[in-house]
């Protein structure tokens, strides 16, 4: 009897070492997993200036326009696309239905470079759903609040600011917009009094252009919303990733892309923005602004930064930066 209780109590003891041991190398597994997926940045593209940024538990979207409307009568437009055409008297309707679908998690903030439709039409119904902050101009803010958003989600900034949250901080860098319609594109309008819904397309006004300089815990990524910059508000910026715009309106300005690189240190990592035809639905081909757009471009930063590295974002694709 005492030999096959001390038998009892042996195994009862042998099962218990080998369950703590489990559970010790499971602990420290997971720590590792934590520790390592705490050092990567995850970047998802949404097409135009539009940008998921993850690292850690930390979650930022950078002028997330999903609905991706057919706009007017645009060459831009397929004739594959049967949705409706919205036109600048129209009001807006975000495609709730996609949004829904392409944002799977909680979002902390909402960056917004300025208010054109194709960079703050979605966030209203973003904002309301995630009930992230958003960091904008005083134009972006009065759209905002016309949709209900209330003051408490809403940080007003003109550039200049550099604010430190909890495990980032955001500076947010005075820029200039696009010089569309070959430099005749000057829009001084700002929305500085109360808006009433409904808004219509034409209603989304530039309002002033911002970029950002986000600064995570082991990444640093410098945003922009157009095709332009001030030199002496990115100079000596020092980003490991840059998201320059590289639509055509980039030719018009002098040496765009040698000058925005040695100016902000020749960053390791390039990632085109704001080059895709946005008036088409995700799934349609971007093969021709690849193909016009980002190719001459990456023959650009060949010469005027080699050893940076180009990635081309892939809609609603996960790049990971290590
Ligand atoms: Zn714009």
């Known amino acids: 009897m005492q030999f096959a209780i001390n038998t009892t109590f042996s195994n009862i003891r042998f099962k218990l070492n080998t369950i703590l041991?489990?559970?010790?190398?499971?602990?420290?597994?997971?720590?590792?997993?934590?520790?390592?997926?705490?050092?990567?940045?995850?970047?998802?593209?949404?097409?135009?200036?539009?940008?998921?940024?993850?690292?850690?538990?930390?979650?930022?979207?950078?002028?997330?326009?999903?609905?991706?409307?057919?706009?007017?009568?645009?060459?831009?437009?397929?004739?594959?696309?049967?949705?409706?055409?919205?036109?600048?008297?129209?009001?807006?309707?975000?495609?709730?239905?996609?949004?829904?679908?392409?944002?799977?998690?909680?979002?902390?903030?909402?960056?917004?470079?300025?208010?054109?439709?194709?960079?703050?039409?979605?966030?209203?119904?973003i904002a309301k759903k995630t009930g992230a902050k958003v960091i904008a101009t005083e134009t972006s803010c009065k759209i905002l609040k016309a949709y209900g958003i209330p003051e408490d989600q809403l940080l007003r900034v003109r550039g200049g600011e550099d604010y430190q949250f909890d495990k980032f901080s955001v500076r947010v860098i005075p820029s200039i917009h696009s010089a569309l319609d070959d430099k005749h594109y000057y829009d001084s309008r700002q929305h500085t009094e109360d808006i009433d819904l409904p808004l219509k397309l034409e209603d989304f006004i530039e309002g002033k252009s911002l970029m950002f300089l986000v600064r995570f815990k082991n990444h640093k990524v410098l945003t922009a919303g157009s095709m332009n910059f001030i030199e002496r508000e990115v100079g000596g910026l020092k980003p490991d990733i840059i998201l320059p715009g590289v639509n055509f309106s980039r030719l018009e300005i002098y040496k765009y892309t040698e000058r925005l690189l040695a100016l902000t240190n020749f960053p390791k990592i390039v990632i085109p923005t704001h080059w895709d035809n946005f008036r088409v639905p995700y799934g349609f081909s971007q093969a021709d602004a690849i193909a016009k757009k980002v190719n001459p471009f990456i023959e650009e930063v060949k010469l005027a930064s080699p050893n940076s590295k180009v990635i081309v974002p892939v809609h609603l694709e996960t790049i990971t930066i290590k």
Not at 39 to 51: I, M, R, S
């Open 21 to 125: 041991k489990s559970v010790l190398l499971f602990l420290l597994a997971l720590s590792f997993t934590q520790y390592s997926n705490a050092q990567e940045l995850k970047l998802k593209y949404f097409g135009g200036a539009g940008w998921e940024m993850s690292e850690g538990n930390v979650t930022i979207l950078v002028d997330p326009y999903i609905s991706r409307l057919k706009l007017g009568d645009s060459p831009s437009n397929s004739k594959d696309d049967t949705r409706k055409s919205y036109y600048p008297k129209d009001v807006y309707q975000s495609d709730t239905i996609t949004i829904n679908k392409v944002l799977d998690k909680k979002v902390d903030f909402i960056l917004v470079h300025h208010s054109h439709l194709d960079h703050l039409a979605d966030v209203p119904y």
